[in-house]
């Protein structure tokens, strides 16, 4: 399961590591050195810009951190890459720390997303990859699958129909890699409630009830 929580984007302002205070403080020392600013003013933190100083890098209190460019008030703004705690990244362009439009997340464990982001979660259309081969095309809120959606097998099959809180339950259709198909009502990506289930021979079918899986009593039968 998707966690939601894991795609907060943290809004707290980042801490200044100690190389790079070190390094802006050597950089105005030898600044005021070639210049002669002693004899006339300091320099203004003005005079110099982020990529000049080298502030490419933010760190937060939550452990998170982000690579990319940003302004001077410290938000996102441009392309980067923002890291969370456990190792999964977020590759966006951002604007005044926000994600814009589509954007990938690469996970620790070997999942992809492609897609939207609103208002900094993973919510919209985008496509899923999974670390085994599967893949899911459709909707997401707060990094959950939801609404209409297929979600296809590495080794053969696909279902196509409703997800709910991140759970094939609903009407679908799901094919096997058998060839055998199946219409009607899933529960947690199992036939589950009324449904049809026709066999890859095309002349067997079972339509009736099912429960977890199993065929429980006939509506019809046609062999």
Not at 87 to 98: E, K, N, P, T
Not at 136 to 165: H, L, M
Not at 168 to 196: E, I
Request: hydrophobic share 35%.
């Amino acid at each position: 399961m998707i966690s939601a929580n894991r795609f907060e984007i943290t809004t707290r302002r980042p801490t200044m590591t100690k190389p790079s205070y070190l390094r802006w403080l050597l950089l105005c020392v030898a600044v005021c050195v070639l210049s002669g600013c002693a004899k006339r003013r300091a320099p203004n933190i003005d005079d110099f810009t982020w990529n000049t100083i080298g502030w490419e890098r933010l760190y937060y209190w939550d452990g998170s951190r982000y690579q990319g460019s940003f302004d001077r008030t410290f938000d996102r703004d441009g392309p980067g890459t923002y890291i969370y705690p456990n190792g999964d990244r977020l590759v966006a362009i951002f604007r005044d720390g926000m994600v814009v439009g589509r954007a990938t997340v690469l996970y620790a464990d070997g999942k992809k997303y492609v897609g939207e982001f609103r208002k900094n979660r993973l919510t919209g259309k985008g496509t899923l990859f999974y670390a085994n081969g599967d893949r899911f095309d459709g909707y997401f809120i707060n990094a959950r699958r939801v609404g209409r959606g297929i979600y296809t097998y590495a080794g053969g099959g696909q279902y196509n129909g409703e997800f709910n809180n991140d759970r094939m339950t609903g009407p679908g259709v799901l094919v096997y890699a058998t060839g055998d198909r199946y219409q009607g009502d899933f529960v947690d990506g199992k036939p589950n409630g009324l449904g049809r289930m026709t066999f890859a021979n095309g002349r067997t079918t079972l339509e009736g009830h099912w429960e977890d899986g199993e065929f429980a009593w006939p509506m019809r039968l046609r062999f």
